[in-house]
């Protein structure tokens, strides 16, 4: 159960570090749809520029071949961001299917913790009945309470020299010691 119960401590710190790392890439995913929103909204711009100077017309004016430079200069750093946002999208992903693995993890190891638990107080219980069927002195008695047809009574107060000793368990049956 200690175990148990370390390795859930170890998984649950990795599973926030894990959870800081994915807001990181998250954030930073954000900022590169904005930048890259941007940067084809200027290619766009640069775009319209070439076609409001009829550039196809004539290519080889210098505001065309000016233009013309901005425009691969600027479609490449596109292609360069959607890259990048899709290696981070990816990574994204990859942590997400980590974190899920993780929480399973979690999850089961918490059942089992459950289960074990449930182990332990029930050994415990039966340990308790066992101690309760031996005595620490010499004098020990045991009472069972039956009716006439041998069946066991649960709840029967018992009195002995006047006093009230307890009530018998569900098996109908009380142990008591009696001192010196």
């Known amino acids: 159960l200690a175990a148990l119960t370390a390795e859930?401590?170890?998984?649950?710190l990795q599973l926030k570090a894990l959870n800081e790392i994915l807001e990181t890439l998250q954030a930073e995913e954000t900022a590169l749809i904005a930048q890259l929103k941007d940067l084809q909204a200027d290619l766009k711009d640069l775009q319209e520029q070439y076609e409001a100077l009829n550039c196809?017309?004539?290519p080889t004016s210098p505001q065309c071949l000016a233009l013309e430079v901005q425009i691969k200069d600027l479609d490449a750093q596109v292609a360069a961001l959607t890259d990048q946002t899709k290696e981070t999208q990816a990574e994204i992903k990859?942590?997400?299917e980590q974190i899920n693995n993780l929480e399973?993890?979690?999850?089961?190891?918490n059942a089992l913790i459950?289960?074990?638990t449930a182990q332990i107080n029930?050994?415990?219980?039966?340990?308790e009945i066992l101690q309760a069927l031996f005595c620490d002195d010499s004098e020990c008695i045991i009472i069972e309470v039956i009716d006439t047809n041998g069946n066991p009574i649960a709840g029967y107060p018992l009195v002995i020299d006047g006093?009230?000793?307890g009530q018998t368990d569900s098996s109908g049956t009380i142990v008591h010691s009696i001192a010196n």
């Not at 859930?8 to 649950?12: D, I, L």
């Not at 399973?104 to 190891?109: F, K, R, S």
């Open 104 to 109: 399973a993890e979690i999850e089961e190891t």
């Open 114 to 116: 459950g289960e074990i």
């Open 94 to 96: 990859d942590l997400q």
């Open 56 to 58: 196809e017309d004539d």
């Open 122 to 127: 029930e050994i415990i219980n039966q340990l």
């Open 8 to 12: 859930n401590e170890e998984k649950t």
């Open 163 to 165: 006093g009230n000793i």
